[in-house]
């Protein structure tokens, strides 16, 4: 039998993920992998590089692979490598050492860049068909180069840059106010240094806030020391002469003339998927790589993508031709582990010829085994901001008011309550009384209820200002076990359960880190750490009740 031979383009966490889930397939002798990364290090979990870049986490606590466990198995592991150019008529991948891999699968996973911003003083590189043909070894696998004193934050060189201005006490100036550029503000701010936020919205986080929460945000932002400066497009970058003749970042310029000092300026506008690898190799391409649901290339059924590089596009005769195409890559974790997990899964099963090529890349032939299902489709994702005692969470378009009055949505009802005073928002939308969408800040435990009931598809109350009791100061967590019930979702990045932690903590793992290790709850965002740490503090509760050695409950017996 012939072993097929997989090429995986990209070692971040969603590659770590596929890695892994490959292991068992790759040591029986089923399959033949090899991994090219760009990194020289072992995959980490890019989440957490805003916690790395203020000192809060270390690299040890980020990392998500096991290249070691890899290469026993038999993986062929080519890190801190970049490929150059994929000959999808030879099937072969051509590294920058001159190599070439071959393969019958192909799988991209080379993740996103962030955006750089249209400013006067920062060189953008343009990477359509025509840039990549002409300067495809200054753009491929590349970042843009950026002048001193100006950064993202998606790699760990970076955050080296972040942590140096931290420790330093300089002043930070934040360009966007999404959930990561906020996450990164409020953790540099506690660590001790000047920041400010600009962006050109009414409030931060416009597309998972209404006007209501994000103006509740953006006051709760500015108690705990952040600047922000709203309504104000960034147009240019001065800079300032250094003693050794170089010049660095000195002020951000808006249009409406603000001149914004600083020392470091990170760029937080969002990400763009890395497509340029299958823009050469002609395969289509959108706002991500275009691929079906079964997670295969629209115009290569050898080639898959998975994670933040990956738009899932069903197609069909009238998008096949169309320029454009709806949706975008997820940008999300949790999503990403699943396609990987799935992916991971299909090839194992057609290695053990349980599942033919043509169901795996969505084939319309049924295998003589039976045909395998698509991933389930994702929901509309769960955000959550992190940050000291600063609570934002939200779901869905938040944006109908109370008094709307929709013809097309008859059964939408909006109920929403503010606290501007201390800091809290929480805003609900329900079609038919189930919960389709909410906005809540400062209102922790309201949230996660919101959570749990959107999560089931399940109905408010008719009163909907029950809810509220939830943060209130005479509630008691322990009286309502539906927060805590078995099947209750802790960790909505790897689907983890509130049972799933009870039994890690009776084996033996009574801490957040140890829970992240066995089930791998709270090793994505890590937005549910909180949650996790309440669970385990339950069950230590719960050991702590039962009767010990000598005094058993006639009903119960105890053994070592």
Known sequence: MTVQ???????????????????PAVADGSLELTVVGGEPVEAYNRVLVAEYAVGGTELDAMLVGDRAAAEAAGVRMRLGVTARAIDRDARTVKLETGEHLGYDRLVLATGARANVPTLDGVERRRRDLVSLEK??????????????????????????????????????????????????????AHAGAEVCVVHHGPHPMPRNLDRGAGLVLRAGLRRTGVTVVANSRAEAVGFRDEADGSRSFDQLVTADGKQLRGDLLVLSCGVGARTELATLAGLRTASGIVVNPWLASWSDPAVFAIGDCAQVVERTEENSLERTLPGAPSGLIGPGWRQADWLAASFAAEARGEASADSIA??????????????????????????????????????????????????RRVAQWADPEHHRY????????????????????????????????AELPADRSLLLRFDGPDDDPTASGD??????????????????????????????????????????????????????????????????????????????
């Open 5 to 23: 031979r997989i090429v995986l383009l990209g070692y971040g966490p969603v590659g770590a993920r596929f890695v892994e889930e490959l292991l």
């Open 135 to 188: 300067y495809a070894d200054a753009l491929v696998g590349r970042d843009d180069e950026l002048p001193a004193g100006i950064t993202a934050l998606r790699d760990l060189a970076d955050a080296e840059r972040v942590l140096a201005a931290v420790r330093s006490r300089r002043r930070i100036i934040v360009l966007g106010a999404g959930v990561l550029g906020l996450e990164l503000a409020l953790a540099a």
């Open 362 to 411: 969505g084939g319309a032939g049924p295998s003589s085994h039976g045909e395998r299902t698509a991933p389930p489709a994702e929901r509309e994702p769960i955000v959550m901001l992190k940050a000291e005692h600063l609570d934002v969470v939200a779901v869905g378009d938040v944006g109908p008011e109370p008094w709307d009055e929709d013809p097309r949505n008859p059964q």
């Open 426 to 457: 929480v805003k609900m939308v329900t079609e038919g009384g189930v919960l389709t969408a909410f906005a809540s800040v400062g209102m922790p435990r309201t949230a996660a209820e919101l959570t749990l009931l959107f999560e089931r598809r």
């Open 483 to 560: 927060a805590f019930a078995p099947t209750a979702t802790v960790c909505w990045c790897n689907g983890v359960t509130v049972e799933r932690i009870e039994a890690a903590a009776a084996s033996g793992s009574t801490t957040v880190e140890c829970v992240g290790r066995d089930t791998r709850a709270g090793t994505g965002c890590g937005g549910c750490k909180g949650r996790i740490a309440e669970v385990l503090a339950r069950a230590a509760a719960g050991a702590n009740d039962v009767a010990p050695i000598g005094e058993p409950d006639d009903a119960t017996s105890l053994t070592g």
